[in-house]
């Protein structure tokens, strides 16, 4: 037996058997096989700007979109963010965004935990915790 290897749409690769054939297998019936899995060599899109922001560099647990909707709102800096209420930062992105996920809150909570207290917990500085 042969142990061919197939993508996944995961990313990660399965192994099959494939039976020992007496005869070769045209090459255009083997393309035809991995037809509907999407190349390897294809680069996701990825936001750089948000990527490289000091949001997600002081904080790396900050959700990408968050960092980007933070950008967005006109905040460069971590502490720009004191005394602002993440519930207002919700609406303001929502008026940019009206699909923005409810969930992104509790992203905007630890934001401002993180730039209104001077020694934060590594605990708290998990988006999770503040749900």
């Known amino acids: 037996m042969l142990i061919a290897q197939k993508p996944v749409s995961n990313g990660s690769w399965s192994r099959r058997l494939l039976p020992r054939l007496s005869y070769p297998i045209p090459l255009c019936s083997l393309s035809a096989m991995y037809e509907d899995f999407p190349m390897r060599d294809k680069k996701r899109k990825v ?11 002081r ?14 709102l006109g905040f460069a800096h971590v502490d720009e963010l004191r005394g602002r ?11 940019l965004r009206p699909d923005t996920p409810p969930d992104r809150l509790s992203q905007y909570r630890m934001m401002v935990y993180y730039a209104e207290t001077p020694d934060p ?7 999770h915790m503040w749900s």
Request: glycine residues 2%; negative net charge; hydrophobic residues 45%.
């Open 59 to 72: 904080v790396p647990s900050l959700d990408l979109a968050a960092a980007r909707d933070l950008l967005d």
């Open 85 to 95: 209420s993440p519930e207002a930062l919700l609406d303001s992105v929502r008026k």
């Open 121 to 127: 917990e590594l605990r708290l500085l998990q988006a």
């Open 47 to 57: 936001d750089m700007g948000a990527l490289q922001s000091e949001f997600k560099r």
